[in-house]
């Protein structure tokens, strides 16, 4: 009995969350791009799926962007299937992607989920991406905070706002619009023009690593909402970062590594 | 005379600063590894320096840890004689790294630093390989802090933890103990258990992605700073951060897609 139990109907197969990067192969990591080449089905949202190189065995079950659960779950049968399961995000699979709510159906789905196999496969996120078109605006303390208000509350984001800017984080914003969430980004602008000084450099960092790659950096008393897209990373700085003007190029913003927390516009920092 | 100016007396040449990745070759991408191939000469913190598989004819030229303005300077300065430098960091150079560095130096150096080409490639930085290694611990809104004291002083670090603790983001802290840092990873923990409820997750992750990996699991209540070395990367979950625990593997952590900012110790977020 046991000799000619077929792989489909034996033991399960394993599932990898794997990080694709912001942009192009360029800055996939070998071993994303080696856990690829093993799987044989592909879970996640359409653009994802289809930018990736398949082979004829391999099988794409692309999603809307909306369906992460269903998607999860989705995925982790064919793994109990026995088959090799890839699930795909963009930048890295563990910052506001697929790993969380992989984690979240085992957490609430069937006990024997628990005993599949599951990898991760870290990858190059957004904000690092952006950051490096710039100089290095992530140079020192930071935080990622998703402007999505679709699973929490918008009075939580706003108090996280303020808390993070009143402590001279430098912030970056994931999921800033969409096109049901149109207003939330000028509102996050809004608080913030309120803690931090007019100056502060905003950059908007869209499709980062990819041919339709686009970069602005303005001060925070310009910054629009209509500046950013879906695909776009927003990062706010600091009152003490830095913009350094160049002749001929486009000036870099930093973090200096040394901070005071006396910067302007600190108006609740420790002295 | 402009015919004959050889390459090292003639135009500048350029610097690229590159993230290596957290780990082994798997883990640094394609444009790191092109970056790496086309510098002649290297300039980093020893272990990152002595890494690189380097060609007869690349230079290294490594440092000491805490010697990072003076090492930005010279390699500004080889880049100007005309050398195509590159300045390495494990993880992204954009994280508590080189690229702040070499920002620094430009925005306080002469002005004929600001002609020069930089370029800034990133890395998959620490916590997001430490994480993937648990599950996805930074899945929603999180930030990163230096605990290193050397550059800002600690009341300002304290202050830092009390706001991001108590807004509900996961921290992830690098640079957590040095041997001139003995106490802070102790006294920050201490912070956070006022804060953050006793069973919070964390987890330690030493060397993620090298063959001397090391990631441990512990309550909060538990914690304790000899758990940690200066390569290791820490991470606290938030009051909403979730464990699975399972049987015959290792426990994954994750922090919730939606958050309530209700959970327990909350006790200063909007209801």
Redesign the interface.
Known sequence: MSGDASRNDAAPGRLTVI?L??GG???????AR?AVARATDFFGYFPYVERLALGPHQRRHASDNRE?LARARAALDMAMAGREVAVVSGG??????M??????A??HGPAEW??LD?A??????AM??V???V????????????LSDN???W??IA??LR??A????VIALYNPVSRARPWQLGEAFDILRGILPARTPVVFGRAAGRPDERVAIVPLAEARSDMADMATCVIIGSPET?L??????PP?V????????AGPGSTD??S
Chains 1, 2 share one sequence.
Do not use: W
């Open positions: 990080g990067g912001p192969p360029e800055q996939m990591t070998p071993e080696n992460e890295d699979a563990g910052v506001f992607a790993a969380a709510a992989i984690c979240e085992i957490d628990r005993a599951i991760i496969v870290p990858g190059v996120t690092l991406a950051a490096a078109c100089g290095a605006p992530l140079g020192h303390d930071f935080c990622a905070i998703s699973l929490k509350p009075e939580l108090a996280r808390a993070v009143g402590a001279g984080l830095r350094i003007a160049r002749d001929g190029r870099l930093y973090a200096p590594r040394s901070a005071t927390g920092r420790p």
